[in-house]
Nanobody, 125 residues
Framework: QVEVVESGGGLVQAGASLTLSCVVS????????MGWFRQAAGKEREFVAA????????YYGDSVKGRFTISRDNDKNASFLQMNNLKPEDTAVYYC??????????????????WGKGTLVTVSS
């Protein structure tokens, strides 16, 4: 059984940094493209970032470009989202997704294989 578990969320002030982690078990991690999404209260889910299985290709949503960095450690079965200069509008539940296919599929957020339950990030002004 595949399990995707996010961690690292919390309450921070605007301008602070936070790193989210996502650990995958039950599947060969190197087979997976990884993505991060977020959903704020009352809003639709939003693409945040994605990374290919090798880490060689990364993609970012327009609202986080230049502030967030996605990475992965295939030896630790983990993906990370480094978030810098956080803003109140970054407040959301952040979800990690894993997909056994091209990273470009992750960008569309549809039909992805595995999702975590999310971790809440709250940024106060």
């Amino acid at each position: 059984q595949v399990e995707v578990v996010e961690s690292g969320g919390g309450l921070v002030q605007a301008g602070a940094s936070l790193t989210l982690s996502c650990v995958v078990s039950g599947r060969t991690f190197r087979d997976l493209s990884m993505g991060w999404f977020r959903q704020a209260a009352g809003k639709e889910r939003e693409f945040v970032a994605a990374i290919s299985w090798s880490g060689g290709s990364t993609y970012y949503g327009d609202s986080v470009k230049g502030r967030f960095t996605i990475s992965r450690d295939n030896d630790k079965n983990a993906s990370f989202l480094q978030m810098n200069n956080l803003k109140p509008e970054d407040t959301a539940v952040y979800y990690c997704a894993a997909h056994a296919g091209a990273v470009e599929v992750v960008l569309r957020a549809a039909g992805l294989d595995h999702w975590g339950k999310g971790t809440l990030v709250t940024v106060s002004s």
